[in-house]
């Protein structure tokens, strides 16, 4: 099995940073794509934003210009630098990687059992 563990969440007041990042373990033939997900009280989880294998990301639009996903192909690690943090960013943050666990495998999904993120204002 593949196990995708985060760190680096916490508590911090608006107009700070965090850095999250989430490491990837286990039995891994290949990881495709990457990404961070999150989810606030009472919302559905939603993107934040995504990283392919090659470098190519994706960000939510309430997050650009403020996150940056970074990737480590030879460690199976993903980060994601916060800045200009807002109370709204308030939320349960989790990883996600799709990929397989041997030659022959299906595609899966993934995740880390998620990190908090609290932002006071």
């Known amino acids: 099995q593949v196990q995708l563990v985060e760190s680096g969440g916490g508590s911090v007041q608006a107009g700070g940073s965090l850095r999250l990042s989430c490491a990837a373990s286990?039995?891994?033939?290949?990881?495709?794509?990457m990404g961070w997900y999150r989810q606030a009280p009472g919302k559905q989880r939603e993107l934040v934003a995504t990283i392919t294998d090659s470098g190519s990301t994706n960000y939510a639009d309430s997050v650009k210009g403020r996150f940056t996903i970074s990737r480590d192909n030879a460690k199976i690690t993903i980060n994601l630098q916060m800045n200009s943090l807002k109370p709204d960013d308030t939320a349960v943050y989790y990883c996600e990687a799709e990929g397989v666990r041997f030659y022959g495998d299906s595609p899966r999904v993934f995740w880390g059992r998620g990190t908090q993120v609290t932002v006071s204002s």
């Open positions: 286990g039995i891994i033939f290949a990881i495709n794509d």
